[in-house]
């Protein structure tokens, strides 16, 4: 006899109340009893349980009754309730570290950034720092009824098993166990990928109620440009993580074989063009470690602004690397929605909407249906950090039961 499966109470209840939660993410408007039920399918007797329970444990909060003016009866809408349940994210990137604290709600709870050139600096070093500047915020948290539900680390290089950072080159950072370091452990921090996190970040309703993002296409590919180039692939609203977890290194894609060589080992990777080391010495601004300095970014910023012709020409042709590098991806992957993030965002639409053009006149699909699209991404600024603390805020999101109880204590599972 087959092995016969029980309905669990418990895990129905896990899996309804992330239904409900979600239901609630995706909407942009507040929503009452009446439309969770109609919108999950679920009766309205379980909808009122579920949402006593999401009430009771400051995942929710009620609004203001509505009139109704069909029915005579007020309606209540629902929304998430501020400054409770938090995710944190971390992260140590090729311009500097620093941390967020964001809330179901969508607010920014604390913040900090420390820019950093990152030339030769240890890894020891920077986690000390970074557990310096947490320790004290997590004990405010904790002291003003804050419940922490989880916490992810954005690092610039491949990761393997959520913990180790295998490879980040322009950091120079190898075979890194990020369990080794206490503000790590402590918080539980899974280690992601950054281009992955900061892809999550353009996705509205992932883990917290930002209303202020706009909407975008279920499936893009989102770069990530920096000095270094990485990239995610989204697909129907999930990052694709590939069989190693390793999917995405667009900036490793070769757009010349004869070109320079690439820290990775192999010649003319996008990154030696379009990476934003390569842009300020093709533009004669600095060479070396000045090239990476915020002042030779911000000169060769300006430089283009003033049309210098060095500057232009060192755009044009990264410009050209980035058309051929996401050309290759397109073609290779069928997804023709472009999302821009990191340092091209400076760029403006413009130079997006030129690429976009550029793209569609070599793109293999373009004799049929296939429209590129290339936007700069919604959400710019530092969003690998944002997309770290939503992954801990999606703990809450995947499996509320494992943190929703008859308990007030705080605490992290
Ligand atoms: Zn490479």
């Known amino acids: 006899m087959a092995k016969l499966y029980k309905i669990n109470r418990d895990n129905l209840r896990d899996h309804n109340l992330s ?9 942009t408007d507040p929503m009452s009893r009446a439309d969770l039920a109609k919108s999950t399918g679920l009766t309205k007797a379980a909808m009122s349980m579920l949402v006593e329970i999401l009430i009771k444990n400051k995942v929710i909060q009620q609004l203001s009754p509505i009139p109704d003016s069909t029915f005579g009866r007020p309606s209540v809408p629902l929304a998430f309730y501020p400054h409770h349940w938090v995710g944190i994210g971390l992260q140590v990137n090729t311009d500097g570290y620093g941390f967020t604290v964001l809330d179901l709600a969508g607010e920014t709870i604390y913040s900090q950034w420390v820019d950093d050139t990152m030339l030769n600096v240890v890894p020891e070093d920077i986690f000390t720092q970074l557990d ?14 804050y419940t922490i539900c989880g916490a992810s680390i954005a690092v610039p290089g491949l990761v393997e098993n959520k913990t180790t950072l295998v490879n980040a080159r322009n950091l120079k950072w190898k075979n890194i166990n990020l369990q080794d370091f206490n503000v790590i452990r402590r918080l539980h921090a899974v280690a992601a990928n950054e281009a992955d996190l900061a892809a999550i970040a353009q996705l509205p309703g992932y883990a917290s109620a930002d209303q202020s993002i706009r909407p975008i296409p279920n499936s893009f590919i989102y770069l990530s440009t920096d000095i270094g180039i990485s990239g995610a692939v989204v697909s129907n609203g999930t990052v694709v993580h590939g069989e190693h977890n390793f999917a995405g290194e667009i900036g490793h894609l070769s757009v010349d074989w004869n070109g320079p060589q690439c820290s990775c080992g192999r010649c003319g990777c996008l990154e030696q063009y379009a990476g934003r080391r390569a842009l300020v010495e093709a533009a004669h601004i600095a060479d070396g470690d000045a090239a990476v300095t915020r002042q030779s970014v911000k000169r060769l910023l300006e430089a283009w602004k003033q ?35 990191g340092f091209w ?27 590129v699209n290339v936007d700069l991404a919604p959400f710019a600024d530092h969003p690998a950090l944002r997309g770290a603390a939503l992954v801990g805020l999606r703990r809450l999101v995947d499996h509320p039961m494992h943190f929703l109880s008859d308990s007030t204590s705080s605490f992290i599972r």
């Open 19 to 27: 239904v409900v939660i979600q239901t609630l993410l995706n909407s």
């Open 132 to 145: 310096h500047m947490l320790q004290p915020v997590e004990n405010e948290l904790i002291a003003l009824g």
């Open 307 to 341: 049309h210098d012709t060095d500057a232009e020409k060192a755009i044009s042709r990264g410009m050209k690397a980035m058309a051929s590098g996401l050309c290759s991806a397109i073609n290779l992957l069928d997804i023709s929605n472009v999302i821009l993030g």
């Open 345 to 371: 965002v400076n760029f403006t639409d413009a130079v997006a909407k030129q690429l976009e053009k550029d793209i569609q006149g070599i793109a293999l699909g373009r004799d049929a249906s296939l429209k």
